[in-house]
Each structure stands twice: as structure tokens, then as C-alpha cells.
């Protein structure tokens, strides 16, 4: 019984420790070996159109970052509101919490891809 019970909390405790990191999901690489993250539990959408995400940007060298966008649909735009720079031992290197102005997204970039996984377009099957 106590060897059952034991079992019982260790995987407890294992799936409890894979569901917290598990938040994170892969939507881009970069050619560069940089793997880009969302955090589909943050989003907020403010209406249809707009929406706020937690990101994290993972160098191959270790550093990340982690930063709070905000997205704008019909135009493409976005900005970021807040961004926090750590090493590879998850010390902050840098903090910035003034939001940036609105920024067109460039084709391809992580903010595209961005707009793409938050805001998927339609398709129109015949």
C-alpha cells in the first residue's frame, strides 16, 4: 500500500512539474537556430482584431528573451509592452516596461508569425 501511494505521488508530482513547463509552444525558428515561443494560456484578446501574448525568444547560446505583445490584426501591427532580457542562468540582463510605439510587421518576421499563430486566416474550401 505505501509503495502505491508513493507512486501515486511521484507521478503526481511528475505531471504536475511537465504541465508547468509545457506552457509554452513552439510557432517559429529562425535560420540562426532561434526558437520562438507563445504562451496560449496568456492570450487576451481585446476584441476580434486585437490581442495581447506572453513570447519567449530562446538563443542558441542560451540567452531569452520574454515579452508582452500586443497584436492588431487589420493593419498588422504590433508592440511591445513589455520585454526582459535573461543569460542562460536565467539572471535579467535587461528589463524594459515602456511600451514600444505600433510597428508594422515584416513579412516573415517574428512578429508575422506572431499575427499568423494568433490570428490564422480563413480558408475557403470549394
Given at each position: 500500500?505505501?509503495?502505491?501511494?508513493?507512486?501515486?505521488?511521484?507521478?503526481?508530482?511528475?505531471?504536475?512539474?511537465?504541465?508547468?513547463?509545457?506552457?509554452?509552444?513552439?510557432?517559429?525558428?529562425g535560420v540562426n537556430g532561434?526558437?520562438?515561443?507563445?504562451?496560449?494560456?496568456?492570450?487576451?484578446?481585446?476584441?476580434?482584431?486585437?490581442?495581447?501574448?506572453?513570447?519567449?525568444?530562446?538563443?542558441?547560446?542560451?540567452?531569452?528573451?520574454?515579452?508582452?505583445?500586443?497584436?492588431?490584426?487589420?493593419?498588422?501591427?504590433?508592440?511591445?509592452?513589455?520585454?526582459?532580457?535573461?543569460?542562460?542562468s536565467g539572471e535579467v540582463i535587461n528589463?524594459?516596461?515602456?511600451?514600444?510605439?505600433?510597428?508594422?510587421?515584416?513579412?516573415?518576421?517574428?512578429?508575422?508569425?506572431?499575427?499568423?499563430?494568433?490570428?490564422?486566416?480563413?480558408?475557403?474550401?470549394?
Amino acid at each position: 500500500m505505501k509503495r502505491i501511494f508513493t507512486v501515486t505521488i511521484f507521478a503526481a508530482m511528475f505531471m504536475a512539474i511537465a504541465w508547468a513547463e509545457a506552457h509554452w509552444t513552439l510557432f517559429s525558428e529562425g535560420v540562426n537556430g532561434s526558437k520562438s515561443y507563445l504562451d496560449y494560456q496568456t492570450i487576451k484578446r481585446q476584441t476580434q482584431d486585437s490581442a495581447r501574448v506572453w513570447t519567449k525568444i530562446q538563443e542558441p547560446a542560451g540567452d531569452y528573451w520574454v515579452g508582452h505583445i500586443q497584436l492588431y490584426r487589420p493593419t498588422r501591427q504590433y508592440k511591445s509592452l513589455q520585454v526582459c532580457h535573461y543569460n542562460s542562468s536565467g539572471e535579467v540582463i535587461n528589463s524594459i516596461s515602456t511600451p514600444s510605439d505600433w510597428a508594422e510587421a515584416i513579412p516573415d518576421s517574428f512578429a508575422d508569425r506572431l499575427l499568423q499563430a494568433i490570428f490564422p486566416e480563413k480558408t475557403t474550401y470549394y
